[in-house]
């Protein structure tokens, strides 16, 4: 290839000029790469387009024999062509029959040609297709003509994605793009979710490719560059940073990579070819995501992240659009599709069209997660790739069951679920219906049915979903959402609205629990622990920091204020621990009544069982307390030394075996020996199979997340619940610690009609 004929820009006109006029695909195709032919001074010049079998096809040759396209074809990885889709990454060979991946194929007549370009056509990191120069002399193509082919690649890009050369492609066979794709993640929030995708932080579909005026065009960029850094400047000189999710360190290597050169200048090359501002920061980050997309180290990848929010915002301060414009182009059934997102930023989507969300990182601890939770959302978390293969609109199927994702699904999946919903629904409408029937097991036993709860979100569900309270009301949520700890009035805000929502059913406050897995970003002394979940938290913090403890209870005690105030302590070791906090709370009523404040007409103090010591000195705790709650998730953590967040060994053991289940009998006997109120308050209370063991073994209070409420009722509902006590006195008597509980219950409840 000699000198270039007119450059990128005369190109780039061209071709502009070429989408704009009335063409059949066909056509527009042939006359696209015989442009670029002769622009570049090459002899060939092929589009080769990815279908959804995995196959590239030539849609259009210059050079080849004509007679090929739509014929020849190559495997993804076969070949140079295949090689480069495969990569993400251009080759560029002076003599293109020497090299390894080289594949002849007949029908191109391509053997004369000895130097050969290809690049990858690339759209938000994912590769459509492929572009190939070639000529017959052997020359090494140089670097700023590579640069002009990958602008044209992105061009060509934009006519894939926007459907332009689906019409080309024979019956039967999908391109790539439209390829339905199911992916695999984590079920964070169960229910099911039918939708179309609005990309959280949305890839700005740029839409003015080509620039009018370059000089112009860097000086908006340049422009916009400046408004960019200095943007992040002010965020990192805001108190609150935290609260935008962003951690300081983040947000330094955003200022860092803002003035980095290479990105700049990269950015500056790609105005120069012809690109408009816009288009250039499309392009820039196209290929560096393509590219990262092979790598394995995860700290590289994180930092594409970083590159990635920069690059969005970057954009949004070249369109000019803030987060306001989301919000009402967000479609009826939309089914959020993020990277990661804050708490707050989903409750900044209007609620009622929100159908799931699917995260591509995300535990089910963190905060977006535990939020999405309360507000019943299907949520798969942990999701590789949902991004960059979603476009905003696409069709989309959450799973929230069994973690699965399904993107433009054909019409059987499609169908499945439908039906899938439809059968949730009719089940949801019965739970309706049993709503306000009594909790009581078909022998007539009273069961105390409790909802958990902890931000305000969740308050309309009791009544929703009939339970009998709030039997634990997780207080620590309120300041994992916040930016700094919050203060006295809003603590007394939030748990007076609580209290007022309840209407005089029993709502059981728990001081707050953090440390562990739950941290707060603005309290730095809880940070960097060897081994947080047996470190410095919940009622060990709170006492050693009595400033804590005294406000929320202040908060607590003026809230509750003619009424009756019930709190329940976390993490409890021994039974010192409840002395010590009952005298903060003396305190504090000696305070309040010396300023002569309304006070709660009764006041209850509980403790949580969650940490095995307690076991043996259930006597002294149970007199020391008006009730105890057993927090299953953390007990069975603590008993059998597992993780409760590591999801490799999470269903490694059952808690549903003998030696957990004698031990949870054993709390509940000292409870009716002593006449104190048990209950039980984690996760195992909301699966109906495992509450039914709860209740064979004496439980007759459980408190359970409110979409629980409706499938446990039904089924205690139909419980014979004397012969499953006797039934598990049985088993749990046995001299066999390891009888399979989970399958007696099964039997018990199939035999018996009983919905499980
Ligand atoms: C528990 O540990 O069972 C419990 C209810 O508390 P949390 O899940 O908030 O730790
Ligand atoms: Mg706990």
Redesign the pocket.
């Known amino acids: 290839m000699r000198d270039t004929a007119g450059g990128p820009r005369v190109l780039l006109r061209r071709l502009r000029e070429l989408m704009a006029e009335a063409l059949e695909p066909q056509e527009r195709l042939d006359r696209i790469v015989r442009e670029i032919a002769q622009n570049m001074v090459a002899e060939v010049c092929s589009l080769y387009v990815l279908r959804a079998d995995s196959m590239l096809e030539l849609y259009a040759t210059e050079g080849l024999n004509p007679g090929s396209v739509h014929l020849a074809q190559l495997r993804l990885g076969q070949g140079l062509v295949g090689t480069i889709a495969a990569s993400a990454r251009p080759l560029n060979l002076s003599d293109a029959q020497k090299h390894p991946a080289f594949a002849y194929l007949p029908e191109t007549g391509e053997e004369i040609y000895h130097s050969f370009l290809g690049v990858p056509v690339l759209r938000a990191g994912r590769t459509l297709g492929v572009l190939v120069v070639q000529n017959r002399t052997m020359r090494h193509y140089r670097e700023d003509e590579v640069e002009a082919l990958e602008t044209v690649a992105m061009v060509i890009a934009e006519m894939i994605a926007t459907g332009d050369l689906a019409r080309l492609t024979r019956p039967g066979i999908e391109l790539d793009m439209s390829r339905p794709v199911s992916l695999n993640g984590l079920p964070f929030n169960e229910g099911v979710g039918l939708g179309h995708v609005v990309l959280h932080e949305p890839r700005i579909v740029v839409t003015a490719l080509f620039n009018e005026d370059s000089d112009e065009e860097l000086q908006r960029l340049e422009t916009a560059l400046d408004s960019l850094r200095l943007s992040i400047d002010n965020m990192l000189s805001r108190r609150d940073v935290a609260f935008e999710g962003e951690h300081r360190a983040v947000l330094e290597a955003y200022r860092m990579f803002a003035n980095d050169r290479g990105w700049v200048r990269r950015l500056q090359e790609a105005v120069n070819n012809g690109l408009t501002a816009e288009a250039a920061v499309e392009k820039v980050q196209s290929d560096m995501r393509a590219r990262m997309l092979h790598m394995t180290d995860p700290y590289l990848r994180e930092r594409m992240s970083d590159f990635d929010d920069l690059a969005n915002r970057l954009l949004r301060q070249l369109m000019g659009r803030g987060p306001d414009a989301l919000a009402e182009i967000v479609p009826k059934d939309a089914i959020i599709v993020a990277r990661s997102m804050g708490a707050a930023e989903l409750l900044d989507y209007p609620r009622q069209k929100l159908r799931g969300l699917v995260l591509e990182e995300g535990a089910p601890t963190s905060h977006i997660v535990i939020v999405a939770r309360a507000i019943g959302l299907p949520t798969v978390g942990q999701v590789k790739g949902a991004v960059s293969m979603s476009e905003n609109g696409d069709a989309i199927i959450v799973d929230g069951e069994d973690g699965q994702v399904h993107l433009r699904p054909q019409g059987d999946v499609e169908a499945a679920y439908a039906e899938k919903v439809r059968f949730r629904a009719r089940r949801q409408k019965h739970y309706q219906e049993l709503r306000d029937e009594p909790s009581e097991t078909k022998d007539g036993v009273h069961i105390d049915m409790m909802m958990?709860a902890g931000l305000a979100v969740d308050l309309p569900q009791l009544a929703q979903s009939g339970a009998d309270g709030i039997g634990?009301f997780?207080t620590?949520l309120q300041f994992m959402v916040a930016a700094a700890f919050p203060r006295v009035e809003a603590q007394e805000r939030l748990y007076r609205e609580v209290l007022d929502a309840a209407d005089g059913k029993p709502v059981t406050f728990?001081t707050i629990?953090i440390g562990?897995d739950?941290v707060l970003p603005y309290f730095k002394d809880s940070h960097n622990e060897e081994n947080p979940a047996l470190g410095w938290r919940a009622i060990r913090l709170t006492l050693d920091r009595p400033g804590l403890l005294r406000t929320q209870i202040r908060a607590l005690l003026k809230a509750a204020g003619g009424r009756e105030l019930r709190m329940m302590l976390?993490m409890v070791t021994e039974v010192a621990e409840v002395r010590q906090a009952r005298a903060v709370i003396d305190r504090e009523v000696r305070h309040l009544s010396r300023f002569a404040h309304h006070l709660p007409t009764r006041l209850k103090l509980g403790a949580?069982i969650?940490v095995p010591s307690l076991l043996w000195q259930l006597d002294e705790l149970m007199q020391a307390v008006d009730f105890v709650?057993?927090?299953?998730?953390?007990?069975f953590?603590f008993v059998t030394a597992t993780d409760?967040g590591n999801t490799r060994i999470a269903d490694r053991f059952d808690p549903l075996s003998v030696p957990f289940l004698r031990l949870l009998r054993q709390i509940v006997k000292a409870g009716e020996a002593s006449g104190t109120p048990v209950t039980l308050?984690?996760?195992l209370a909301g699966r109906s199979v495992s509450a039914m063991a709860l209740l064979g073994i004496g439980y007759r209070s459980i408190s359970m997340a409110p979409a629980a409420i409706g499938p446990v009722k039904a089924m205690l509902r139909e419980l014979p619940l004397h012969e499953l006590s006797a039934l598990m006195e049985e088993a749990l008597a046995k001299h066999s610690a390891s009888t399979d509980i989970r399958a007696l219950l099964r039997q018990f409840a199939e035999s018996r009609d009983i919905p499980l």
């Open positions: 958990n634990l997780r620590e728990r629990d562990g739950k976390p949580m969650e709650s057993v927090g299953s998730n953390d007990l953590q409760r308050c984690g996760e």
